[in-house]
């Protein structure tokens, strides 16, 4: 086969997987937009812009980097285009907060400077060295685009605040050999240090179509050798972006568990995000420190199917270990699903979800996350409602509250499943597609039911989120669909003729992993004016999506609970809340 036809075979490869997997192909990778990365914003755009998620006040951000918990301050770094609201001139941003919700900006860490980044400071990690005190560990990019590993040093390790670094001249640290790819090697992990004396990170990459993380070694932090072999990799996945790997207690549920843990108490969490579908996966195995191989579980699926931090518009998440109250958090960014055209109007794009605290499930078979406590001091106006039978067709406003901005916690009661619709075997992976079919409006057996948000009162706006259930036959317990439909969001118009210029208003779903033995199920919503996070049966399934309405937007949205089912759900408990704005949010110049 000649050179272009193996090129097109190639191509057409990518665009059967993208159809197959319902991948926004055309958000696959960054665009470039030379014309437009340095225009400069003459003014923001309020209305869609969040009330208590992390962004800055102008511009473009995307990755979150290098988070850590440093003499009494949360340290966030992220990449940011100071110079426009599309994807260019990226630099690490750094903001500080002493309690994840109030956040003081800084001037950026670093920026392209030195022959070993001139052509990008790209995404990667700090790990904290006794004697030496925070490190970055990230990805250059030099003038032949070559991606190689490189270090920053705080100038002052004393400044609680690690105002100013520097890129020592012994950089680079670790450089592709004649087996890798040059142009796919990048996102270093958080290392740690383990028994036999060695630090230990792990940088994504990918080799034609397999995914591999590689582990590199050290005993100084500044040499760094490639393991033999890879820490794993898996065919037909493609480059592997921002890997993060760190283990969880099989013993303790209520704490994380810093990298350098060791104990036979434990399983090892994979996280790799998919350049191609641009959503991220994870798996949970065995890692062996003496030979450098992680070993999923046989239970645990590897690749595209496999197990998701969030299901929805969120990607290249990073974890860190919180000393000051002993446990994993989690960042991730949410960019937007409006167009280009959209976002320069508006003069900035992405977000940071709020920040999540990361345990395996008692189950041991997959983790659960739950926003960080800190945000439930943003709680203002509070309402509760009990004991709602919520029949067939009906909904049940929710008042009292400013629901544009608001966080939601309820407990639905189903009783018996026996009206469950049968669960047919075909649905098993592709949950996306089964909420597209059976979406809130359309009538089961138990369910659909659920919220309503962001919507107006004759329902020409909304975004859904809901469960349906299903009776699978081949064993006792339920299938449980989790959705977040972002199709009926907005009667926004699209902006540009061509379909990768339109909005994107995708139905996001996933299975809940739970029996309902005791016929219950509960729903937590963070919802904050073009962001919905939703967290399924206490943090087993999330889904986070945005959405732009026209119409139900500031003190003219309205939220409800409803049910289209033939069989009646009880609202057993809600509890919502305002959410306030905090007093500091990123508010200095960058």
């Known amino acids: ?53 992390f962004q800055p006040p102008k511009h473009w951000i995307n990755d979150p980097n290098g988070p850590v918990y440093y003499k009494g301050f949360y340290h966030l770094f992220y990449q940011y285009n100071p110079k426009g609201a599309v994807w260019g001139n990226i630099i690490w941003a750094h903001s500080v907060s002493k309690d994840l919700v109030n956040w003081e900006a800084l001037e950026p860490a670093i920026h392209p400077s030195k022959w070993f980044d001139i052509g990008g400071t790209w995404s990667g990690s700090i790990t904290l060295v006794p004697g030496k005190g925070p490190i970055i560990i990230y990805t250059g990019v030099n003038q032949n685009q070559t991606q190689i590993q490189s270090y920053a040093i705080p100038q002052d390790p004393s400044d609680p605040y690690l105002r100013k670094w520097i890129k020592p001249d012994d950089n680079p640290i670790a450089m592709p050999d004649y087996t890798m790819n040059g142009s796919a090697f990048r996102d270093p992990t958080t290392a740690w240090l383990a028994k036999d004396g060695h630090w230990r990170t792990v940088v994504g990459s990918r080799r034609k179509d397999r995914g591999i993380a590689y582990i590199y070694r050290s005993r100084d932090f500044k040499h760094w050798v490639k393991a033999k072999h890879p820490v794993h990799s898996k065919e037909s996945t493609g480059m592997w972006e921002c890997p993060d790997f760190f283990p969880v207690s099989l013993t303790d549920f209520e704490n994380g568990l810093d990298l350098d843990y060791v104990g036979s108490n434990t399983k090892h969490v994979l996280k790799v995000s998919l350049d191609i579908t641009r959503y991220e996966y994870y798996t949970l195995g065995r890692y062996d420190p003496k030979t450098d191989r992680y070993i ?153 039911f659920g919220l309503i948000t962001l919507a107006t009162p004759d329902l020409e706006e909304y975004t859904p989120v809901f469960f349906r259930v299903f009776k699978d ?118």
């Open 1 to 53: 086969m000649g050179a272009s036809n193996i090129a097109y075979a190639l191509l057409l490869l990518v665009l059967i997987n993208l159809s197959n997997h319902n991948i926004k192909g055309t958000e696959a990778f960054h665009q470039i937009y030379e014309n437009l990365q340095s225009e400069s914003v003459e003014s923001v755009n309020h209305l869609h812009r969040t009330g208590f998620h």
């Open 473 to 590: 036959t081949s064993n006792h317990n339920p299938k449980v669909l989790m959705c977040s439909d972002a199709r009926p969001s907005s009667l926004k118009q699209d902006r540009g003729p061509l379909p990768k210029e339109r909005m994107y208003k995708p139905s996001f779903a996933a299975f809940v992993d739970t029996d309902m033995a005791d016929g219950r199920i509960s729903l937590r919503i963070l919802i904050d004016h073009s962001v919905v996070e939703s967290f399924g049966a206490l943090g087993k399934t999330v889904i986070t999506s945005r959405v732009y309405p026209v119409k139900a937007v500031k003190e003219n949205a309205h939220l409800y609970v409803f049910n289209n089912g033939t069989q009646s759900v009880t609202v057993e408990s809600l509890d919502a809340w305002n959410m306030e704005t905090p007093l500091q949010m990123n508010d200095g110049a960058l």
């Open 296 to 448: 999923p579980d046989g239970d645990s699926p590897d690749g595209w199917d496999g197990l998701r931090f969030d299901y929805g518009n969120f990607y290249a998440s990073k974890t860190f270990f919180d000393y000051k109250k002993n446990r994993r958090i989690l960042w991730g960014w949410a960019n937007e699903s409006d167009t280009v055209q959209d976002d320069i109007l508006k003069g900035w794009a992405g977000i940071q979800v709020i920040p999540r605290t990361v345990l395996l499930d008692t189950s041991k078979k997959q983790l659960v996350f739950w926003p960080v406590e800190e945000i439930e001091s943003l709680r203002g106006n509070y309402i509760r409602m009990n004991n709602h039978e919520i029949k067939k067709g009906q909904r049940l406003e929710v008042k009292g509250i400013t629901p544009a901005q608001a966080d939601v916690e309820v407990t639905f009661y189903v009783g018996s499943l026996e009206k469950a619709e049968p669960f047919d075997p075909s649905f098993t992976f592709i949950p996306f597609d089964l909420c597209k079919m059976k979406g809130s409006n359309v009538t089961g057996g138990v369910g659909p």
